[in-house]
């Protein structure tokens, strides 16, 4: 009998999540829209310990999920204090899989960002913190810090609170102050990369994978974050004009 109840529980949780990942959320006010880009630039700005972390986390997501998907076995996650990161794989150490692998950390922030904006153009924003939620539980089990832990597993717990809690109105906020964080901050660590060049940085690893100098996977960094930057405004422009209203 208490196999089957939560048999049962588990199916109806299972059903009501689905209901909500696949529901359309009305899109925010311009204003509510305007507001949320002015914090998350303030943010950036004034905050960037914090939303630095942030693009930490995206960026080891995006070195995890690369390596993977090349075949590499993930050996762990760590995030510092510092705001820094290291994800740890093994197999070959040269050739195509390990290239992809060091060149998705920096890339990985602005793709999601512009990711993210074309889900909430489609009125998508609990799918979108669902999405977090669901890869914050999967670096989870590959954490090999406490810090790490502890810095993942709030940032796990809070989007997951605010997914199935939180009004439909402040779901909606969250995710766009989210993208907006993501979008504007991305280029960011590739200039401070480009003003202090680290002789173990990303781009200095690519450099002696490709034989290609460093400053040329600097500039792709940025050149990548930037136009996902403007490509993500663009695309939720549409949803800043709609908000408008229109006059006959």
Not at 44 to 66: K, S
Not at 167 to 185: E, M, N, V
Request: proline share 5%; net charge positive.
């Amino acid at each position: 009998m208490a196999v089957s109840q939560a048999f049962n529980g588990f199916s109806d949780f299972m059903k009501e999540l689905g209901r909500r990942m696949s529901s359309t959320q009305q899109v925010p006010d311009v204003t509510v829209v305007g507001i949320l880009a002015l914090v998350a630039l303030a943010a950036v700005i004034f905050l960037w310990p914090i939303t630095r972390m942030l693009i930490t986390i995206i960026h080891e997501a995006g070195h995890a999920i690369v390596a993977t998907l090349c075949g590499r076995t993930l050996s762990g996650i760590k995030l510092h204090s510092d705001t820094s990161g290291l994800t740890v794989s093994r197999g070959n150490p040269r050739g195509p899989g390990m290239v992809a692998t060091m060149l998705a950390g920096y890339l990985f922030p602005g793709l999601v960002g512009l990711g993210a904006a074309a889900l909430l153009s489609h009125g998508r924003a609990v799918l979108l913190l669902w999405c977090f939620t669901i890869l914050l539980l999967l670096m989870l089990i590959y954490i090999r810090n406490w810090y790490g832990l502890l810095v993942t597993l709030f940032a796990l717990v809070a989007v997951a609170l605010l997914s199935w809690f939180a009004a439909p109105q402040w779901q909606s906020a969250a995710a766009y102050l989210l993208t907006w964080i993501l979008l504007l901050a991305a280029p960011r660590p590739v200039l401070e990369l480009a003003r202090r060049p680290a002789a173990g940085s990303d781009a200095a690893q690519l450099a002696k994978l490709t034989r290609i100098p460093t400053g040329f996977w600097v500039f792709l960094f940025a050149a990548v974050n930037v136009v996902c930057l403007v490509l993500g405004v663009l695309v939720l422009a549409p949803t800043l004009v709609d908000a408008f209203p229109r006059r006959g």
